[in-house]
């Protein structure tokens, strides 16, 4: 049976050799006889197995010696929470009488307004600055902010972003030179190690991260590009692995115990039992990563797979049938979102999709839709597939 | 290849018949021809699959409809900062006239210490009191304590134990009128829905579970009896879902959201993206439990089990060369553990074992000695195979 392909937004299409590989190692890892999931998350294989996957991140994205890779649990929405403790805790050390820091947050989509959300329960909404906001009077995530439209306080707890959001389909460019770049050099410089923090889940290992090294922390669920829910990927720069006991007795409030990002480096990822099956496929798709050229291997396909996708939508008829959502500029390489014009044509669009086999191309229920996500897994070939279909779609 | 016999803590053994099943699973959840790592977790299918495997628990364990059966992440540990949260914000919202309430800890073991030590943090010291402790003298944990050692203080937040000790092979008796049964009839009689949280991980689906409906919460991490690691269970009575927005607002610390219980409720355990694979496989589990017979079946089968090895370390001359670590009363069923007496002889029980491919007895490191672990998926047989061993060891 050919499988379907896959164009879900997360979880999401996995590469068919290493799922076949993994079904492998559920019953035997790596020559011990004992399955993956079985095996001991101290022993010397799976321990090995760890350090070579945080080994096969920092190579492809050239992560400096002054950052660790971490691993951990609860997602995306576990480190809307975790972001907040860790960063309280870092700034009551730095700033003992600086007792209630403002947090800044940067606004262009569903998961970006989400976290900012997280802040306000956690620290009250006053001290939730919104120091950049992609709406147009308020209303959806079409763009990235131009870079005159940010206002980050000086001496803010946390800055953050969403690299690209994948429900709204907006994603900042990596051209340092384009209006939809993220404002590095707005950024204050009082502070000489700034606490920025960017959300890549939905875009991690698909092309290399500008300016890495001047991020506080980079966090990604692996769902996406790399593997299976369940597993969260931090790379945190060495001057945010604070004691958070020590800030809590000076005043800030307690981490949890499993959020507190020096007590996970401090156990190398191992303070208590990770997600193994979704760290072990992750590992296997990051080795088949680096051996297909790594994340500049995937750049330049995800870009061209982007190009042809958003290049179909404008292509001479098809211009009167489908709408993007996203203003030029801001659109995301990772999860193209567009509405099909015409009664009934969006439902048409998806049920003639399906009888070729293509899948998960309703966008998120909160905006309605065409999602087409087109992820690492995603090959050209079937991304020329559905072009092919939307160029013939009337 | 026959497989070793993996007598690990956790992550341990799993049925080689779901890990086949799993394994075709990966490239095909439920003949969609998308595997179930990669199908959204808000597709009918999975959402059925979470449903089914929550009917499979509450057949099992009889666990009443006033209680509700939840699925999120982040094992024990997790656990350990969430109860504290959920319980104060209960609290608070059912006593918002008692600040700073006491949270009652029966300590049996590493991990309820460990529970307790994060309380401290979270609380601070002074409000934690210590309801039971199993140490002699202060000393290393090798007993329950007797009925009349517990003192629960009249109005606490909460109120925990752990039923097995995994690393001390501590567990508590499910007859009554042992001694070392949990002092039910000793809980202060003040409030009507006592806070009785236990933490079931390494025993959970090993036997029924008595006095379920007594409980606030029961909660286990799946990488013992059920599957693999990154799926944690929750079994938490309706009363506990409690608004912890409302309740912070009343002045209790907020919850991060992904520890509220009443979100991970509300939206039937997909607030995020759960730990597919792993609540995956533990379905398989649960089902060809079910079909083997229930946690009845394992009742009888995990006692036997138990009684054998017990035995044999007692028999004739074992009684010179075996010392269970544990009083007679309180051992535990799922995790033996004992020192093996005479110089290098530790190490010489060990390797005469791998060489019979029996793995990962070596106790934890920090109490040494020899750990037994004999959760469900440890045959008969395979444990008449350890039982020969101990016999014919000299």
Redesign the interface.
């Known amino acids: 049976?050919?499988?379907?392909i896959?164009f879900?937004?997360?979880?999401?299409?996995?590469p068919?050799s290493v799922?076949?590989e993994?079904?492998?190692g559920?019953?035997?890892f790596e020559g011990?006889?004992?399955?993956i999931?079985?095996?001991?998350?101290r022993s010397k294989q799976f321990t090995a197995f760890v350090k070579k996957t945080e080994t096969l991140i920092r190579t492809q994205l050239n992560v400096p010696s002054t950052h660790e890779i971490l691993f951990t649990?609860?997602?995306?929405?576990?480190q809307?929470?975790?972001v907040v403790?860790n960063f309280l805790a870092r700034h009551r050390l730095l700033h003992p009488d600086d007792g209630e820091p403002v947090l800044d947050y940067v606004v262009t989509g569903s998961w970006s307004k989400k976290a900012s959300e997280?802040a306000r329960?956690?620290v009250g909404g006053s001290r939730v600055h919104i120091a950049g906001d992609g709406r147009r009077e308020g209303k959806t995530f079409t763009r990235i902010p131009g870079h005159s439209e940010y206002s980050f306080s000086p001496n803010a707890a946390l800055i953050y972003y969403c690299e690209n959001e994948t429900v709204d389909g907006v994603q900042f460019s990596h051209d340092p030179s384009a209006p939809a770049s993220f404002p590095f050099d707005r950024l204050p410089t009082t502070a000489a190690l700034l606490p920025l923090v960017a959300d890549y889940s939905s875009s991690f290992m698909s092309r290399p991260i500008p300016r890495l090294a001047d991020h506080a922390l980079i966090f990604a669920?692996a769902?996406k590009n790399i593997?299976?829910?369940?597993l969260t990927i931090l790379i945190v720069r060495q001057d945010c692995l604070v004691d958070v006991?020590a800030a809590?007795a000076l005043g800030a409030?307690?981490v949890?115990?499993?959020?507190a990002y020096n007590v996970i480096a401090d156990a190398a990822s191992l303070?208590?039992?990770?997600?193994?099956?979704?760290l072990y496929?992750s590992g296997l798709v990051l080795d088949r990563s680096l051996n297909l050229g790594g994340v500049q291997y995937y750049e330049q396909l995800n870009r061209r797979k982007a190009d042809k996708v958003y290049a179909a939508l404008r292509d001479g008829e098809a211009r009167a049938i489908f709408r993007p959502k996203v203003e030029h500029g801001s659109r995301s390489w990772m999860n193209v979102v567009f509405d099909v014009l015409g009664d009934g044509a969006e439902a048409r669009f998806i049920a003639g999709a399906e009888q070729l086999?293509m899948?998960?191309l309703k966008g998120h229920r909160s905006v309605g839709g065409i999602r087409v996500s087109l992820y690492n897994a995603i090959t050209e070939e079937q991304t020329d597939r559905l072009v092919a279909y939307i160029r013939q779609f009337t």
Chains 1, 2 share one sequence.
């Open positions: 049976m050919t499988r379907p896959n879900g937004a997360g979880p999401s299409a996995l068919e799922l076949k993994a079904a492998n559920l019953l035997d011990t006889g004992i399955g999931a079985e095996i001991s998350h649990q609860g997602g995306g929405t576990g809307f929470s975790a403790y997280e329960r956690l669920g769902q593997g299976p829910a369940g006991d809590a409030p307690p949890p115990i499993s959020m303070y208590n039992t990770p997600s193994v099956l979704a496929i086999n899948k998960a």
